[in-house]
Nanobody
Framework: VQLQASGGGLVQAGGSLRLSCAASGRPFSSYGAGWFRQSPGKEREFVAALTWGGRNTFYADSVKGRFTISTDSPENTMYLQMNSLKPEDTAVYFC?????????????????????WGQGTQLTVSS
């Protein structure tokens, strides 16, 4: 599967933005999928994930209650709705798919669990 992330940009603190990840090939219902982010000088960090068909969702504590991961009805596009944005959310955001779609949070929080990655989209949150 090829992934194309989009929707990043510049937003003020407290604002909202929605990232999209389009999949070519098999739909997201065939995979587990997630969002990660990376800031300069830092390791890639787990943000959110969902299992096959979006049955279960997982979030990093830093975004819980503010971010929502979802897919559209044909499940060809995955979204990350981000509300109440903070300057520390500034990063390049990556979407990814995992060949396994029925495991728990401990599996999906690890970048090594994913086999396909999008190119990343930059989010900058100004204070």
């Amino acid at each position: 599967v090829q992934l194309q992330a989009s929707g990043g940009g510049l937003v003020q603190a407290g604002g909202s933005l929605r990232l999209s990840c389009a999949a070519s090939g098999r739909p997201f219902s065939s995979y587990g999928a997630g969002w990660f982010r990376q800031s300069p000088g830092k390791e890639r960090e787990f943000v959110a994930a969902l299992t096959w068909g979006g049955r279960n969702t997982f979030y990093a504590d830093s975004v819980k209650g503010r971010f929502t991961i979802s897919t559209d009805s044909p499940e060809n596009t995955m979204y990350l709705q981000m509300n109440s944005l903070k300057p520390e959310d500034t990063a390049v955001y990556f979407c990814a798919t995992s060949p396994t779609g029925h495991l728990g949070a401990d599996y999906y929080i690890r970048a090594g669990s994913y086999h396909s990655w999008g190119q990343g989209t930059q989010l900058t949150v100004s204070s």
